[in-house]
T-cell receptor
């Protein structure tokens, strides 16, 4: 079982602020996925990172995969209330057997 | 295709009753997964199917839980003799695997069934 630690667990910020959340493990991953989950809904895939050191941008969201493929970060620029939700990371599994999620970072962006 | 559908969205039941949830995956997806999520936690894997075959079960899936996918399309998850600790969101997801290789576009989740055992 791969142990994933996400930090911080909770984050409450004002609209317009920047933030970074982290996903760390002692295991090496072939890829890693980030999901966002809004209250009362299922997680929605944001991005998959595959190559060590890879950086992917999705509008105001920047995802980075660590060089050693053991960790990842998500940076949000100029956060908006619509960014509020639970951000989850999970290592990709080429065999597609299952996802093992971290505990998530619960983000609240106040207007 | 409207994505992954789960029914019901909410279920309140008395302790000791049996409940059954249904999941309709994306039609061309051959893999189907069940997860459980309690408040403030990430989803935890319960079981998954490739077509109609149940390939893996978590130790979280006690003998009161049973899942089926009889025709390789929709799936049901039944909980017998419910306990208050079963209260959670039950999520279903589907994905596509071709010749044993998972197309790593991610998993598509349904909106979940929120179970409350009183």
């Amino acid at each position: 079982t791969q142990l994933l630690e996400q930090s911080p667990q909770f984050l409450s910020i004002q609209e317009g602020e920047n933030l970074t959340v982290y996903c760390n493990s002692s295991s090496v991953f072939s890829s890693l996925q980030w999901y966002r989950q809004e209250p009362g809904e299922g997680p929605v895939l944001l991005v998959t990172v595959v190559t060590g050191g890879e950086v992917k941008k999705l509008k105001r969201l920047t995802f980075q995969f660590g060089d050693a493929r053991k960790d990842s970060s998500l940076h949000i620029t100029a956060a908006q209330p619509g960014d509020t939700g639970l951000y989850l990371c999970a290592p990709g599994d080429n065999a597609g057997n299952m996802l093992t999620f971290g505990g998530g970072t619960r983000l609240m962006v106040k207007p | 295709d409207t994505g992954v559908s789960q029914d019901p969205r909410h279920k309140i039941t008395k302790r000791g009753q049996n409940v059954t949830f249904r999941c309709d995956p994306i039609s061309e997806h051959n893999r189907l997964y069940w997860y459980r999520q309690t408040l403030g936690q990430g989803p935890e894997f319960l079981t998954y199917f490739q077509n109609e075959a149940q390939l893996e079960k978590s130790r979280l899936l006690s003998d009161r839980f049973s899942a089926e996918r009889p025709k390789g399309s929709f799936s049901t998850l039944e909980i017998q003799r419910t306990e208050q600790g079963d209260s959670a969101m039950y999520l279903c997801a589907s994905s596509l695997s071709v010749r044993g290789v998972h197309l790593n576009y991610g998993y598509t989740f349904g909106s979940g069934t929120r179970l409350t055992v009183v």
